[in-house]
């Protein structure tokens, strides 16, 4: 017989459960599992799960567990996507519950997103209910045959009204399935499940389990499984029935490239053509574009053209426009978008990528089809209002930053475990403490790393029952929030694609994080609020209103020698990304002189490439002779003393 599983929760859905896909996947395997249904609250965690059963050859079941308004009351439903409009529809449900204030989906709403779903009425979610009978006939009036009466038996005890739920639905010819909601793996994490649900509620654990009536909710066997429902072997056949008509799929997406608005007569690539030589003449001051800037301009364009990313450049020009008009302050250019002599004629960049020898192929390479990535920096304090220019000009449901999730490190578990458990303020400072403060630390390494940690585990039986929850939660998702710069960018509403949720200051957040989003083929662009932007520009305005002129960044000169003289010295506290020490250190060493020594500076001071500091700086001040690899390099290794520093240096040589 088939085995399924009906109403899976996954820890995607923030301690709502504590079944994760790594621990997940290998059990449905060993149980011979042919369906598996994902049911969380949100459409969290989705596309992880329906790739993971793929992968295991599995048959992944898209799922939504909702409250349903009905009258003055709500009522749980699990909604399957049995068509590629069932899914279009849990896509738009799912967002739109999401959105409003009391989670609950009206019951209009739900007559209208019924058309390609399943409905699963679970007797469990109906035991309190006096006039389920009306709820259940009222269901059997939108789904018809699509409508199922669940019938659960966690651990396998019946329910007290159960022969009541069959009687009538025989009656009314509503299909009976075995259904079981899956909130933890096994029976022996129930208690780490309500470990969870009161650090989600931020209670302290009690005797009394707030989620006892829980305890049976954990993944059956399949033995376990035929068992509770041994005298019904019909309704596990029409579950497998049931979950087998489902079958809805995320789609492979291709890029979906939002449109900018053009003008009656042009095409984003004519009139990304057009304004591009009007910016570089511009630029250079000059009628006339020289030969070497027309061809590089040229050979830009038919790659971004022909690669369909022509309004991608308008957008991003378009509101980098906005910023300059509004005097919301914008960072130069960062990344591999700088080596664009586009992205410099469209004022996008302030780096002229043919004074400094860089090569577009780092930004944009036809042999490797990637999206476009351009950085954009904005004085952090005015960031939101570019936001909701893009927001605005683009249609606010086609426009949404993007949501990811912390998880329980080994700190934080530790801390919210030990609270749950009911430790004092002492002792959670005293673990937190006995935790080394050191990337990738779990708290097995921590356990076996610390002495003092392991004597306080001897001491207590309870200390040592705090541990054994405290490893099962570790890493599992605990809240939502914002990627710090990520937008996303859609040619039609987002809800056609991905689920959305309440976000911020009016702009939507996506519910699935950058990768799930990029997978789906939209187009995310980075608005990064920089906080040594914002200090530039309180500068600025100070020296403006205290009748002092008003300073253009661009014109700022790139031969200073008492800028040289700090930089030398070390003393660039508040500087972007040189204000480490290991920074100041490696600046005192190669004593800047040149623009080009700070970018040979930021380029060294990384893994690897920091162990030629010292050549470099030996190099620069004469007291080493510079010697070449090969004397082929020598024109291409000139301005870095022999040393190779950059990956444009790499590639120029790989050619050479």
Not at 21 to 47: D, H, M, R, W
Not at 486 to 493: E, R, W
Request: glycine fraction near 6%; proline fraction near 5%.
């Amino acid at each position: 017989m088939t085995h399924v599983y009906t109403k899976m929760h996954t820890s995607a859905d923030l301690l709502q459960s504590t079944i994760r896909l790594e621990q997940l996947i290998p059990f449905l395997q060993e149980q011979n599992t042919q369906a598996c249904a994902i049911v969380n609250s949100k459409l969290y965690g989705l596309l992880p799960f329906c790739k993971a059963l793929q992968q295991a050859n599995i048959h992944a079941v898209l799922g939504l567990s909702i409250n349903v308004q009905w009258q003055d009351r709500k009522v749980p439903l699990v909604l399957y996507a049995q068509t590629q409009e069932g899914y279009q529809h849990l896509l738009k449900i799912s967002s739109a519950v999401s959105i409003r204030e009391d989670n609950m989906l009206p019951w209009k709403w739900l007559e209208g997103y019924a058309a390609g779903c399943v409905a699963l009425l679970s007797s469990d979610d109906l035991v309190e209910t006096e006039d389920w009978t009306e709820v259940a006939s009222a269901l059997n009036k939108v789904f018809g045959n699509h409508l199922f009466m669940g019938i659960a038996r966690p651990a396998g005890m019946k329910a007290e009204k159960e022969e009541t739920f069959v009687t009538w639905c025989e009656t009314m010819n509503i299909t009976l399935v075995a259904s079981h909601s899956c909130y933890f793996l096994r029976p022996e994490d129930h208690f780490a499940f309500e470990v969870a649900r009161a650090i989600d509620s931020g209670e302290k654990h009690t005797d009394a389990m707030r989620s006892a009536h829980l305890q049976g909710y954990f993944a059956p066997t399949e033995e376990e499984w035929r068992s509770w429902f041994a005298d019904h072997p019909e309704w596990l056949a029409s579950s497998a029935t049931m979950l087998a008509s489902c079958t809805a799929e995320i789609p492979e997406m291709h890029v979906q490239m939002p449109k900018f608005p053009v003008p009656t007569g042009e095409t984003a690539e004519s009139l990304l053509v057009k304004e591009t030589f009007a910016g570089l003449a511009e630029r250079l001051k000059q009628e006339e574009i020289p030969k070497v800037y027309q061809e590089r301009l040229q050979y830009e364009l038919e790659i971004i053209c022909s690669m369909g990313f022509a309004d991608y450049f308008l957008i991003v020009a378009d509101f980098m426009h906005f910023a300059k008009e509004n005097r919301i302050l914008t960072g130069p250019g960062r990344g591999s978008s700088a080596s664009s002599l586009v992205a410099y004629s469209l004022s996008i960049t302030q780096v002229d990528p043919l004074v400094y020898g860089l090569l577009f192929e780092r930004f944009l390479n036809p042999e490797r089809v990637t999206l476009p990535d351009i950085d954009i920096d904005f004085v952090d304090s005015k960031r939101q209002k570019v936001i909701h220019y893009v927001a605005q000009k683009y249609g606010k449901a086609n426009v949404a930053q993007i949501i990811t999730f912390g998880t329980l490190s080994a700190k934080a578990v530790a801390r919210d475990v030990a609270r749950v458990f009911g430790f004092d303020a002492e002792t959670l400072e005293k673990i937190s403490k006995m935790i080394p403060n050191k990337p990738g630390i779990t708290l097995q390494k921590a356990v076996a790393e610390s002495q003092g940690l392991q004597g306080w585990l001897a001491e207590d039986e309870k200390h040592r029952r705090w541990l054994e929850v405290a490893l099962k939660l570790e890493g599992v998702p605990r809240n939502s929030s914002t990627h710090a710069a990520g937008i996303v960018l859609s040619p039609s509403p987002l809800v056609n694609t991905i689920p959305i949720e309440e976000g911020h200051d009016g702009i939507y957040c996506t519910q699935w994080p950058m990768g799930d989003i990029e997978a789906c083929g939209l187009v995310k662009m980075d608005f990064l609020g920089l906080r040594n932007l914002t200090i530039l520009e309180q500068v600025r305005w100070s020296i403006y209103k205290a009748g002092g002129p008003w300073i253009e960044f661009e014109l700022i000169p790139m031969q200073d020698e008492k800028t040289f003289q700090l930089l030398q010295m070390g003393d660039t506290l508040g500087i972007f990304q040189l204000e480490s020490e290991g920074m100041k250190q490696a600046l005192r060493d190669i004593q800047p002189t040149h623009f080009l020594d700070i970018v040979a500076v930021n380029a060294l001071y990384r893994p690897g490439p920091m162990d030629f500091i010292p050549m470099y700086a030996r190099r620069k001040a004469g007291r080493e002779s510079v010697t070449m690899p090969h004397p082929a390099l020598e024109p291409i290794l000139r301005e870095t003393f022999g040393v190779i520093v950059y990956q444009e240096q790499i590639s120029v040589t790989r050619s050479a």
